[in-house]
């Protein structure tokens, strides 16, 4: 079989999946994987473009994902102008005061030369820039967080469309990219995986303790929608005698009309990455980046600039990545900080980068929608499975209880069952890299 040819047959086998579990479960159920796999299968593409193409390996996924989550909120929420009101001025403030005593601290490290004075000087503006920032920063923090808590007690976003929200999550996460870059890229494959693990998890920390920036773990709810509201259409005279036609009750046309807006969206979206990281593995710059990949030494004896291209592709596969997670906040029309877990957003993308094919996109985009799709259904499988293989047994039997509530761990053993196999028998993926 060609590689085309194989190809062709494993997407189409993911939408006959698909369409089965619409034919067989829900068309609603079909449309909201279809949904989270387009997701998923731009955070694959994201990953791959660090790994496939340049061998870097970031785990901190789940923070650039969460970047972009945040940018959802500061771009297309109202803003709460009594919070403003109350100390968003000194908030501000206090965050330039901060950023005046790192680019402060970093000067005082240039322009001195390198002796104990220098050590000291630096220490001593890092100190009172922190003390000066806190006292600046800390007041108007607390009387934003006491306007009506229960409903704000943030300072709310710009009331934007949230469409914007987008390309601005990709920006968000470029910039966080760029920082981890400048300061972990240097190191070897083992620590770069822990630094970028570590500022991930300090993301997530930020985003679940700042209340005045995204109120913590109370969520912010309510996002703004780049498609109809479904109780909206469902008070909409001719969209219910177009239902009716189709012979769909008003409530299950709605909530398909919906599913179906956010996937054509996701999937232009989709199909521009898609199309932009063909064009990159293809040129020059994406054989260069393969080159690297494969042995930085004669790359570099060659006059590349390893490091530089690092950060690059580094930037572009996080920023990527932001994007996703601003899509995925949009879809789920919430922001919930305590919703970002390692195994949601970080191993299973790179079971999906490993399983589809690293450094084939086609493989990555196949491996988000297969492994999303695996993800959501092994378990309900898992269950009926279980209840099959116990059914001779008495209902309050201990064993048949036990193993009935463990059917949520069927995901895990599922995925290490799939990582095996593929492993074993297509080391390089289902669609390798060519």
Request: proline letters at 4%; glycine letters at 10%; a positive charge.
């Amino acid at each position: 079989m060609s590689a085309q040819a194989r190809t062709i047959g494993l997407f189409a086998l993911v939408g006959v999946l698909i369409i089965l579990t619409g034919v067989l479960q829900s068309w609603n159920t079909a449309l909201l994987i279809l949904n989270m796999g387009l997701i998923s299968a731009i955070m694959a593409l994201g990953v791959n473009l660090q790994w496939g193409f340049a061998g870097l390996f970031n785990i901190g996924v789940m923070g650039f994902v969460a970047l972009g989550g945040l940018a959802a909120v500061l771009i297309s929420m109202p803003p709460t102008t009594t919070a403003w009101a109350a100390g968003g001025a000194r908030v501000l403030l206090g965050l330039l005061t901060g950023a005046a005593t790192i680019v402060a601290a970093i000067l005082v490290q240039r322009r001195m030369a390198p002796e104990r004075n220098r050590s000291l000087a630096t220490l001593a503006v890092l100190v009172l820039g922190f003390i000066l920032y806190r006292f600046v920063f800390d007041p108007a923090v607390d009387a934003i967080e006491d306007v009506n808590p229960a409903v704000t007690g943030y300072l709310g976003g710009l009331g934007l469309p949230i469409l914007l929200a987008w390309p601005v999550g990709g920006l968000l996460a470029a910039g966080a990219a760029w920082i981890i870059g400048k300061t972990a890229l240097g190191l070897r494959s083992d620590y770069l995986a822990i630094a970028t693990l570590g500022i991930a998890e300090i993301v997530i920390a930020v985003l679940k303790n700042e209340d005045w920036l995204t109120r913590g773990v109370k969520n912010v709810i309510g996002l703004p929608r780049p498609v109809p509201r479904e109780i909206d259409l469902q008070q909409n005279a001719d969209f219910i005698e177009r239902a009716q036609g189709l012979g769909l009750d008003p409530v299950t046309a709605s909530s398909l009309y919906v599913k179906l807006g956010y996937s054509v969206l996701f999937t232009v979206v989709l199909v521009i990455l898609l199309v932009l990281a063909q064009l990159a593995l293809k040129s020059p710059w994406g054989r260069m980046m393969r080159a690297i990949r494969d042995n930085e030494v004669a790359a570099a004896a060659m006059g590349k600039n390893v490091t530089k291209r690092h950060l690059q592709i580094f930037i572009l596969g996080s920023a990527i990545c932001g994007i996703a997670g601003a899509m995925m906040t949009t879809l789920d029309g919430q922001l919930t900080p305590a919703s970002y877990q390692p195994l949601r957003f970080t191993f299973l993308v790179w079971v999906m980068v490993i399983v589809g094919g690293s450094g084939n996109n086609f493989g990555a985009v196949l491996g988000g929608f297969l492994i999303w799709f695996l993800w959501v259904q092994v378990e309900p499988l898992g269950l009926a499975f279980l209840q099959l293989i116990t059914a001779w047994l008495p209902e309050q039997n201990a064993l048949r209880l036990h193993l009935l509530d463990s059917a949520a761990h069927m995901r895990l053993l599922t995925m290490g069952i799939i990582l095996l196999l593929v492993l074993r028998f297509s080391p390089r993926g289902l669609i390798p890299e060519r």
